[in-house]
C-alpha cells in the first residue's frame, strides 16, 4: 500500500506514524511480564505475541526511515539544481 502526503505535510505525517509506532510499542513494553512458567503454552503465545509486534514495528520504523531517506534524497537533489542553474561568475582575465 502507498500514499501521498503533500509535502507540507510531511514532517507532521512522519511525526504521526512515528508517535504511532511509539506509542504502541509502550503498550508492548507495560504488558510485557515474564511468565511464572516458560514452558508452558501460555508463555509460547505471550512471546509470539511479542515477537509479532516486533515484526510490525520494523516494517513501520522501515517505511519512516524509506519517508526520510527519500526526503533527504530529494533535498540533496533540490540543492544540487539550485547550485548548477546558479550564474557562474567569470574571472576577468586582465592581462
Known amino acids: ?10 514532517e507532521e505525517e512522519v511525526v504521526r506514524l512515528y508517535d504511532n ?3 504502541e510499542m509502550s503498550t508492548i513494553i507495560g ?17 509470539d505475541t511479542i515477537r509479532q509486534s516486533l515484526t510490525s ?13 527519500s526526503y533527504i534524497s530529494y533535498q540533496a537533489e533540490i540543492n544540487k539544481l539550485n547550485h548548477s542553474t546558479a550564474p557562474v561568475k567569470e574571472n576577468e582575465d586582465t592581462t
Do not use: H, R
Open 21 to 23: 509506532v511509539s506509542g
Open 31 to 47: 504488558q510485557l511480564q515474564k511468565p511464572d512458567k516458560l514452558l508452558t503454552i501460555e508463555a509460547y503465545e505471550c512471546i
Open 1 to 10: 500500500m502507498s500514499y501521498t502526503v503533500e509535502l507540507d505535510n510531511l
Open 57 to 69: 514495528f520494523d516494517v513501520q520504523l522501515q517505511d519512516i526511515n524509506l519517508i526520510i531517506n
